[in-house]
T-cell receptor, first 114, second 114 residues
Framework: AQSVTQPDIHITVSEGASLELRCNYS??????LFWYVQSPGQGLQLLLK??????LVQGIKGFEAEFKRSQSSFNLRKPSVHWSDAAEYFC????????????FGGGTRLMVKP | DTAVSQTPKYLVTQMGNDKSIKCEQN?????MYWYKQDSKKFLKIMFS???????INETVPNRFSPKSPDKAHLNLHINSLELGDSAVYFC?????????????FGPGTRLTVL
């Protein structure tokens, strides 16, 4: 069965600093990869996704992620964090089968210092 | 024009009661899901329906019964509620086909069992 690990439970960065959130997955083939963001009390919003092709994908709100097959990683990055980026971030993998269920990592809570 | 909607947003009830959560999507998608997010923010798939047929039924107590009256709706009925059922429940939907392999989430229903 596939699994997703987000090693950092909490991360605190200063506003304007760069950000990298780590995600590692375990699966026999290349899964479909997603990053979702959850603001306090809100649902999940898709930031970006990787299906195939260019391993550097651009998402909304200035986020990008890079798929590295050799490291089984799909890390999320942003060059300059804004206070409004404070939220919970979830990495997920999906399988293109009949159900295509998503398996989520445990999430990383991002806090932004002024 | 909300894509995936859930009602109610909050649900507070006593142990032993029966309750339902409704989900509707206006995206024309074929597949719908229920996820549970526990108090530690961990998200786990519960059920998946495709065109009103059950596809995925993860290890969920049979007190939980999904019902899909049509392709646009997937409701979750819970019998004999227990304290451990307290969580946020998210509905999601997904279109069919490679390029539409993204799940869109509803805003969540926070269930509190007293």
């Amino acid at each position: 069965a596939q699994s997703v690990t987000q090693p950092d439970i909490h991360i605190t960065v200063s506003e304007g600093a760069s950000l990298e959130l780590r995600c590692n997955y375990s699966y026999g083939a290349t899964p479909y990869l997603f990053w979702y963001v959850q603001s306090p009390g809100q649902g999940l919003q898709l930031l970006l996704k990787y299906f195939s092709g260019d391993t550097l994908v651009q998402g909304i709100k200035g986020f990008e992620a890079e798929f590295k097959r050799s490291q089984s990683s799909f890390n999320l990055r942003k060059p300059s964090v804004h206070w409004s980026d404070a939220a919970e971030y979830f990495c997920a993998v999906g399988l293109y089968n009949a159900g295509n269920m998503l398996t989520f990592g445990g999430g990383t809570r991002l806090m932004v210092k002024p | 024009d909300t894509a995936v909607s859930q009602t109610p947003k909050y649900l507070v009830t006593q142990m032993g009661n029966d309750k339902s959560i409704k989900c509707e999507q206006n995206l024309g998608h074929d597949t719908m899901y229920w996820y549970k997010q526990d108090s530690k923010k961990f998200l786990k798939i519960m059920f998946s329906y495709n065109n009103k047929e059950l596809i995925i039924n993860e290890t969920v107590p049979n007190r939980f019964s999904p019902k899909s009256p049509d392709k646009a709706h997937l409701n979750l009925h819970i019998n004999s509620l227990e304290l451990g059922d307290s969580a946020v429940y998210f509905c999601a939907s997904r279109g069919s086909g490679f390029l539409t392999d993204t799940q869109y989430f509803g805003p969540g229903t926070r269930l509190t069992v007293l």
